[in-house]
Every structure is written in C-alpha cells, then in structure tokens.
T-cell receptor, first 114, second 113 residues
Framework: DAGITQSPRHKVTETGTPVTLRCHQT?????MYWYRQDPGHGLRLIHY???????DKGEVSDGYSVSRSKTEDFLLTLESATSSQTSVYFC?????????????FGQGTRLTVV | TQLLEQSPQFLSIQEGENLTVYCNSS?????LQWYRQEPGEGPVLLVT?????EVKKLKRLTFQFGDARKDSSLHITAAQPGDTGLYLC?????????????FGKGTKLSVIP
C-alpha cells in the first residue's frame, strides 16, 4: 500500500474560519490531487499538483487554495469555510510514469462546516 | 465538461443477479482503470486495461476495454453482498511525458441478500 496520510480525519469548523487539510505521501509520486466527494456528485477534482510548487485548478477550485513546498506534502486550504464546503475530502497520489499508472488514495477527511 | 460518463449512477440488485456498469467517453485513453470504494475508505484499484478490445477477468468480475479505447464495461456475475460499493472508472492520458488520470463520477452498487 502507498503511504498516504491525511490529517485531520475529522474536523468541525465554523463558517468563515480558514481550514487547512494536509496530505502526506511516502512514495515520491509526482502527482498529487485533492478531491471532494458528495452524494450525487462523485469525485470532483479541486486542485492538483504535478511537482513541487507546480499546481493547477480542477473543476471546483473556487474557495480553495493549495500549496506543495515539498514532494511529500500537499496542503488544501479553505480560505473562509462555508457550509457548502461540508464534504469528504480525499487526497490521491499518482506516479504518472506509464500507462499502468495507478492512483492511491488516502482514507479521507470528513469536514463539517457549521 | 465530464470526460468520463458512468452509467447507471445507482444500481440495486438481488444477490445472484448479473449486472453491467458502463464507462463512456468521446476521448481516447492510453489505459482505463476501475476502482472500488467501500464506505469510509478511499477508492482502491481493481484492474487496468491497456489494449483496445482487451478483456480481463478477476474472479466474478469481467472488464472490457472498447476497441477504440474510448469506453469500458464492468460485468459482475452472480453478485454477492460483498460486491456492494462505489465503482469508479478512470482514464489515463499522456501529456508532457507523463500520464494523468481522470475519474468518472461512479456507479453506486447495492447487492441485497
């Protein structure tokens, strides 16, 4: 199993507060992703990174920012949390070296914004 | 724009029945993968298909990649309650010397004992 650790696993926060979720990998994979998963919407890509300090937006990036200062860490920040950002957030990594590339997922962070 | 369309979105069947889940796109992929996600966990890879027309079997699960490498199907024979979960397809496309995955939104399968 790829070593992907998400922290925290659960968080309750108040509307308007900033929140940072952390993803840590031990596999030295090039790509890292943040998804949110909501009933009826499946996995939706928020942001992704293709290298240190190289990031790009996904389909639901508004209200979120990311940073990747080291290969192993990818941070997702909700600048001012809103109730619509209540969701389960998954981090994934991918080595991206060949057609058989595989995505490895963390166990998810359940975020509740009240 | 959704690159990968999965159907059906929800499927509820009785134990012992057969089912097929589809993953369709207008784009060509270098490979296509199927993942299964159980409640409270992240998705886990089941299989990767690489060649157009390829068929792979994993016990009661049969995966097929379309000839044009734009679509795929997952067929489950004699479904069991343990097959319950969210099934996701993901397509790999190459660019700038590496491969990147795009996920479909998933099919939620419930197998009733």
């Amino acid at each position: 199993d790829a070593g992907i650790t998400q922290s925290p696993r659960h968080k309750v926060t108040e509307t308007g507060t900033p929140v940072t979720l952390r993803c840590h990998q031990t596999e030295n994979h090039r790509y890292m992703y943040w998804y949110r998963q909501d009933p009826g919407h499946g996995l939706r890509l928020i942001h992704y990174s293709y290298g240190v300090k190289d990031t790009d937006k996904g389909e639901v990036s508004d209200g979120y920012s990311v940073s990747r200062s080291k290969t192993e860490d990818f941070l997702l920040t909700l600048e001012s949390a809103t109730s619509s950002q209540t969701s389960v957030y998954f981090c994934a990594t991918e080595e991206g070296l060949g057609r058989n590339t595989e995505a490895f997922f963390g166990q998810g962070t359940r975020l509740t914004v009240v | 724009t959704q690159l990968l369309e999965q159907s059906p979105q929800f499927l509820s069947i009785q134990e012992g029945e057969n089912l097929t889940v589809y993953c369709n796109s207008s784009s060509v992929f270098s490979s296509l993968q199927w993942y299964r996600q159980e409640p409270g966990e992240g998705p886990v890879l089941l299989v990767t298909v690489v060649t157009g027309g390829e068929v792979k079997k994993l016990k009661r699960l049969t995966f097929q990649f379309g000839d044009a490498r734009k679509d795929s199907s997952l067929h489950i024979t004699a479904a069991q309650p343990g097959d319950t979960g969210l099934y996701l397809c993901a397509g790999a496309r190459s660019g700038a010397g590496s491969y990147q995955l795009t996920f479909g939104k998933g099919t939620k399968l419930s197998v009733i004992p």
